[in-house]
């Protein structure tokens, strides 16, 4: 049972123009959400968060967007580069598990074309 | 800023034999975590210690897999009787117990079996 989707396996862009990657869960205790960028041969490296209580948090050209009703949430990165270029992970977090435990979905390998 | 540390980075064993992996969190992190990550797959997890104590194991987790932490530091993954099943990605990860901190990864430990 697969409770966090990312439905779209790669996504390709042109340098500049903006990348939205999306990721749909369904465990309605989830209430923390990760983005993680991974490069070939590293772990996963954090991105950026949001809560359960608010609907956008940006950080420079990086933007997350929350809709708790579609239990649904979207990464937009504008302008996007070249050294975008890697798998990003949706993960979620419950609150009451006790811990920072992570749920995390399959991936979606972004390319940004120069 | 001394990250999440993993030892080895690669490992090829012949099935049946045991193999054991060595994590060092971030020394502040009272935290430590322990995913797997399979091609094509998102982190999935297997344990979680605070301090000394190992709190949650996955049920992914058979009894051919222990995990340590006997001085609350750097932790022990060990698998026993090695199956091909077993190639994957082992990553470790670290957190200080601050609400919805994210955790940090290592670069993981690349398991083969042959």
């Known amino acids: 049972d697969q409770q966090v989707k990312q439905n779209s396996p790669s996504l390709s862009v042109q340098e500049g123009r903006i990348s939205i990657l999306n990721c749909d869960y369904t465990?309605?205790?989830?209430?923390?959400f990760l983005w993680y960028k991974k490069y070939p041969a590293e772990g996963p490296t954090f991105l950026i968060s949001?809560?359960?209580?608010?609907d956008k948090n940006e950080d420079g050209r990086f933007t997350v967007f929350l809709n708790k009703s579609a239990k649904h949430l979207s990464l937009h990165i504008v302008p996007s580069q070249p050294g975008d270029s890697a798998v990003y992970f949706c993960?979620?977090?419950?609150?009451?598990?006790?811990?920072?435990?992570?749920?995390f979905g399959t991936g979606t390998r972004l390319t940004i074309i120069p | 800023d001394t990250g999440v540390s993993q030892d080895p980075r690669h490992k090829i064993t012949k099935r049946g034999q045991n193999v054991t992996f060595r994590c060092d969190p971030i020394?502040?992190?009272?935290?430590l975590y322990w995913y797997r990550q399979t091609l094509g797959q998102g982190p999935e997890f297997l344990t979680y210690?605070?301090?000394?104590?190992?709190?949650?194991k996955s049920r992914l987790l058979s009894d051919r897999f222990s995990a340590e932490r006997p001085k609350g530091s750097f932790s022990t993954l060990e698998i026993q009787r090695t199956e091909q099943g077993d190639s994957a990605m082992y990553l470790c990860?670290?957190?200080?117990?601050?609400?919805?901190?994210?955790?940090?990864f290592g670069n993981g430990t690349r398991l083969t079996v042959t």
């Open positions: 020394s502040e992190h009272n935290r």
């Open positions: 990860a670290s957190s200080n117990q601050v609400y919805n901190s994210p955790l940090h």
């Open positions: 210690f605070q301090n000394e104590a190992q709190l949650e």
């Open positions: 949001i809560s359960s209580i608010k």
């Open positions: 465990n309605s205790m989830f209430d923390y």
């Open positions: 993960a979620a977090s419950a609150s009451n598990f006790g811990n920072e435990k992570l749920t």
